[in-house]
């Protein structure tokens, strides 16, 4: 009997946060969020994004609930360049930007209300970006510690 329980228990947080999959040699093992999902492959700046996006229509207007994008590119050499660049990719004021150093096990990076970002290895980067707001401070945190390499 509570095995059984258990395994309902189980289901519905399988449900409530489904796998994000695999995007761009990652595994993204928990999405906070449910919606239509679409991949895009862009480039900005010499770095090369792979970005998964969670969205959904609200009033006949889409709203993205949550973007995940793997960045490549030469200049993401250290936690600090890869900051420099994506202050310069989302036009952020440096002195209104705040955001706290983050640790993803052995990667390092930042993290704020709305985002997290961190240096896989010199040249790798990942991002994740709530940017309706929807996803909690606590989600994102979870959502990136959940992400590993496939």
């Given amino acids: 009997m509570a095995v059984g329980r258990l395994l309902v228990a189980l289901a519905v ?8 999959g695999e995007l761009d040699g990652f595994v993204i093992e928990r999405v906070p969020v449910d919606g239509q999902v679409s991949d895009f492959r862009y480039e900005w700046e ?13 009033d006949g207007a889409t709203q993205v609930d949550l973007k995940i994008a793997i960045l490549r590119g030469a200049r993401l050499k250290t936690p600090a ?3 420099a660049f994506l202050r310069e990719y989302y036009e952020r004021d440096p002195g209104t930007w705040h955001l706290e150093e983050f640790r993803n096990g052995p990667w390092r990076g930042y ?4 985002e997290a970002f961190w240096l896989v290895s010199e040249g790798v980067a990942i991002t994740i970006r709530t940017p309706s707001g929807v996803v909690t401070p ?3 945190r979870k959502t990136a510690l959940s992400i590993r390499t496939a």
Avoid: H
């Fill in 13 to 20: 947080m399988l449900m409530i946060i489904p796998s994000g």
């Fill in 46 to 58: 010499d770095v090369r994004f792979v970005s998964r996006v969670w969205e959904r229509e609200i």
């Fill in 81 to 83: 360049a890869l900051r």
């Fill in 111 to 114: 993290v704020n209300d709305s």
């Fill in 138 to 140: 606590q989600e994102i």
